[in-house]
Antibody
Framework: QVQLEQSGGGVVQPGGSLRLSCAAS????????INWVRQAPGKGLEWVAFIRKDGIDKNYADSVRGRFTISRDTSKNTVYLQVDSLRFEDTAVYYC????????WGQGTLVTVSS | EIVLTQSPATLSLSPGERATLSCWAS??????LNWYQQKPGQPPRLLIS???SRATGIPARFSGSGSGTDFTLTISSLEPEDFAVYYC?????????FGPGTKVDIK
């Protein structure tokens, strides 16, 4: 069964950090790039970051560049999003999705930035 | 950054009616456009890629058209499960961007 299982969200103070994980199963992980997309409460979708299947090419939204870092560990079939210097406006549900954005997406993980 | 605009913001229709959703890009994106459906509490679901190709398992009542800057998603006859929010997204260049969404609700 093709699956992306997410973990790592939570409540953090402004300026804090979290590491979000997206663990893949049921498909050949090394054949796919992975995206992160977020959705603030009651708002629309915002693409955040992408890592190519080789792990070398990475792209970021302007709103997170320099604060977020995407990486992948092929031994664990997992992609990470390290989110640093968090701001109130980073509060959102974060989803991971395969390159192409087809099924499946991860179930989403909530990051809440609050003092 | 390519800006996507969607119209209308809300579309109120009855089951069985035809829904026509529009998406405009601030510059030409060829056919590099996806459409998604999202229901509350769920991740988005890819409906259409490359402007007109239905994703796996998507019913034939969903169709996409357009190229360049003007795109359309058509639902030929609304089923009860189609009432949701629909987003377009461009994959022409980085950063990838989404439109603000069109909510299709029950009239």
């Amino acid at each position: 069964q093709v699956q992306l299982e997410q973990s790592g969200g939570g409540v953090v103070q402004p300026g804090g950090s979290l590491r979000l994980s997206c663990a893949a199963s049921g498909f050949i992980f090394n054949n796919y790039g992975i995206n992160w997309v977020r959705q603030a409460p009651g708002k629309g979708l915002e693409w955040v970051a992408f890592i190519r299947k080789d792990g070398i090419d990475k792209n970021y939204a302007d709103s997170v560049r320099g604060r977020f870092t995407i990486s992948r560990d092929t031994s664990k079939n997992t992609v990470y999003l390290q989110v640093d210097s968090l701001r109130f406006e980073d509060t959102a549900v974060y989803y991971c999705a395969r390159e192409g954005f087809g099924e499946p997406w991860g179930q989403g993980t909530l990051v809440t930035v609050s003092s | 950054e390519i800006v996507l605009t969607q119209s209308p913001a809300t579309l109120s229709l009855s089951p069985g009616e035809r829904a026509t959703l529009s998406c405009w890009a601030s510059q030409s994106i060829s056919n590099s456009l996806n459409w998604y459906q999202q229901k509350p509490g769920q991740p988005p679901r890819l409906l259409i890629s490359d402007a007109s190709s239905r994703a796996t398992g998507i019913p034939a009542r969903f169709s996409g058209s357009g190229s360049g800057t003007d795109f359309t998603l058509t639902i030929s006859s609304l089923e009860p499960e189609d009432f949701a929010v629909y987003y377009c997204q461009q994959r022409y260049n980085w950063p990838l961007t989404f439109g603000p969404g069109t909510k299709v609700d029950i009239k």
